[in-house]
């Protein structure tokens, strides 16, 4: 009894004594500002993140350039592919439809990706490079078939001249379907090539026509991030050197830019897919703008010489690395050089003639080990050496604790990466 007395006592002395010691906090009267580079958001192109996700396009595999061309298309009819005088020399594969006179016709199906969303009322931009050898017009019928493989609705243009021409049709969707897919139908007898089939809604971000979600952006635009780091992770990295991120792939007319293999096609062998790329129509001009319309400090990111050190870890050799630097070195005048330059020129002919105010920029992703440290390394000294204001953003390694946080964190200070 006289033990519980004790602790009844002691207890509810520890009671007052915490009562007396209250904190008050008037959220209304903040005491220290947090910078807003502090928080952020970050893209990465994994699950359809890019190309089926926030980029608008509906149409997969538009330019025929998947190592299976027809991946995404169900054609019919007489339906060959192309590369004799393409439209695009970096893309240069395109359809030929033969409509030999038969009742089957002659045309493509698109799937999308797992299906085209479209909502009822909501208007859809198609397009299409096309041309005919045969000397009279064609009809080209453009339709929209819902999952129960209705087509229930049906736009007509017209082909003709044997030259690559840019075809568009706005299309109202009479009903809404999460699975509907693209019809386009040689209604006339006799050949038409095309290349680059796409269908955007109308309703983009901002209206743009090479654009994103409208719902998307918005969401990532409430969120107020501080700063926006793009175009990825791991895709930086590449499995291979071959397939990593190269943004001079990504900028320029979007109909020309070459399609890259994603690095999240077969990593999880339980969750594999083989018709995962990247059209690269969601590139570092893209990005950068959205950057821009979120009020958000654009951190890109490049490759330093290293593969997914997961993977087939791959690297470049110190001698060869100059092209990797060159490459780190063009994109900061891409994005904040003068109209005059080399780089601020492409950037002013894809409609941004004012520089997009670049203050950062990553090196590497989630790179660890020696071999990391004296490539970034290098780079930082070129960086300082050409733009001493534009801030190198280094790596402490893909975990935020263990031997490769441990020996990375005192290189970065070493190194002076900021």
Known sequence: ??????????????????????????????????????????????????????????????????????????????????????????????????????????????????????????????????????????????????????????????????????????????????????????????????????????????????????????????????????????????????TRYQWKNSVGPVENRPLNENRWNYTFKHKAFPDYFQTLGLGYFEYFLLSEDLGAEPLPVISCGLSCQYESNEVVPMDELDPYIQDALDLIEFANGPVTSKWGKVRADMGHPEPFNLKMIGIGNEQWDKVYVERLEAFTKAIRAKYPNVKVVGSSGPSASGDKFDYLWPEMKRIGVD
């Open 1 to 242: 009894m006289r033990k519980l007395t004790a602790l009844f006592t002691l207890s509810l002395a520890l009671s007052m004594q915490a009562q007396q010691h209250v904190m008050t906090v008037d959220v209304s009267k903040p005491t220290a500002k947090i910078q807003p580079e502090m928080y952020g958001i970050f893209f990465e192109d994994i699950n359809f993140g890019a190309d089926g996700g926030l980029y608008a396009e509906l149409v997969k595999n538009r330019s025929f350039e998947f190592p299976q061309p027809f991946v995404g298309w169900v054609p019919f009819g007489n339906v060959t592919v192309q590369d004799a005088n393409p439209c695009f020399d970096r893309n240069p594969h395109y359809v030929r439809v033969v409509n030999d006179g038969r009742l089957l016709r002659a045309g493509l199906d698109n799937e999308g990706y797992r299906g085209i969303g479209v909502k009822q009322g909501e208007e859809y931009r198609f397009s299409v490079y096309a041309r005919t050898p045969d000397a009279k017009p064609m009809k080209l019928s453009i339709e929209l078939v819902n999952s129960n493989a209705q087509n229930l609705l049906k736009k007509e243009i017209e082909v003709s001249g044997n030259n690559w021409q840019k075809l568009t049709v706005v299309l109202k969707s009479p009903f809404t379907d999460a699975h509907a897919r693209l019809r386009i139908v040689l209604e006339t007898q006799g050949t038409v090539d095309m290349d680059h089939i796409s269908l955007f809604p109308v309703n983009t971000w901002k209206g743009r026509e090479n654009g994103l979600r409208a719902d998307l952006a918005q969401a990532l635009y409430d969120l107020n991030p501080g700063v926006f780091r793009f175009p990825g992770g791991c895709i930086i990295e590449g499995n291979s050197l071959e």
